[in-house]
């Protein structure tokens, strides 16, 4: 069966970085889209960033823009997100998601394959 298995998250200080990294298994990784969701304390899970099967394209959720970046490497079976300048309001735990299409579709579709989430706390 597919699995997605994150990690990288940590405990740091505002204006930090912090790289998540998603090793994926049980399908050929290099046909689909990937995508990175948060959930923060006390509220829904939301999408962050998503990448096209190749890499090509990709998109991001409004508020990290510029601050973050959602990248792949086909032969490692691996996403990564880059996560720069770094805020209080980033705290939350993040997910790798898979989706089962090539395209991400500019993150407005629900992927269907989960991690188990990593804790990512950003202090001020």
């Known amino acids: 069966q597919v699995q997605l298995v994150e990690s990288g998250g940590g405990l740091v200080q505002a204006g930090d970085s912090l790289r998540l990294s998603c090793a994926a298994s049980?399908?050929?990784?290099?046909?689909?889209?990937m995508g990175w969701f948060r959930r923060a304390p006390g509220k829904e899970r939301t999408f962050v960033a998503a990448?096209?099967?190749?890499?090509?394209?990709?998109y991001y959720e409004d508020s990290v823009k510029g601050r973050f970046t959602i990248s792949r490497t086909n032969a490692k079976n691996t996403v990564y997100l880059q996560m720069n300048s770094l805020k209080p309001e980033d705290t939350a735990v993040y997910y790798c998601?898979?989706?089962?299409?090539?395209?991400?579709?500019?993150?407005?579709?629900?992927?269907?394959?989960w991690g188990q989430g990593t804790q990512v706390t950003v202090s001020s």
């Open positions: 990448i096209n099967w190749s890499g090509g394209t990709t």
């Open positions: 998601a898979g989706y089962t299409t090539p395209q991400a579709m500019g993150g407005t579709i629900l992927p269907t394959y």
């Open positions: 049980g399908r050929t990784f290099s046909r689909y889209a």
